[in-house]
């Protein structure tokens, strides 16, 4: 079993920039060899990708966030962390962590992140 816990969202003004944090624990590890990222899902809206890595390590980014997310990893603290700057109103939501393992996929309780002035 794998846990996620998100962490790091937040109230943002337009133009502004926050750090998501997902970190992992139970039975898993070496999270670089695990497909892993973000999501996301604003009211009304389906779930949607934010940033992802796949297995490989390749990334893999929606693109109405290119060039203003970037999604990382610290292996050995089995943590991904979603840098987001320039934050549009657009990118309010619920922002989801998720890994795959085993088969399996596993998702955090999410997040929220709301940008207003």
């Known amino acids: 079993q794998v846990q996620l816990v998100e962490s790091g969202g937040g109230l943002v003004q337009p133009g502004g920039s926050l750090r998501l944090s997902c970190v992992a624990s139970?039975?898993?590890?070496?999270?670089?060899?695990?497909?892993r990222g973000w999501y996301r899902q604003a009211p009304g809206k389906e779930r949607e990708l934010v940033a992802t890595?796949?297995?490989?390590?390749?990334?893999n980014y929606a693109d109405s966030v290119k060039g203003r997310f970037t999604i990382s990893t610290d292996n050995a603290k089995n943590t991904v962390y979603l840098q987001m700057n320039s934050l549009k109103q657009e990118d309010t939501a619920v922002y989801y962590c998720w890994m795959g393992y085993l088969g399996k996929n596993y998702w955090g309780q999410g997040t929220q992140v709301t940008v207003s002035s």
């Open positions: 139970g039975n898993i590890f070496n999270i670089n060899a695990r497909g």
């Open positions: 890595f796949n297995s490989g390590g390749r990334t």
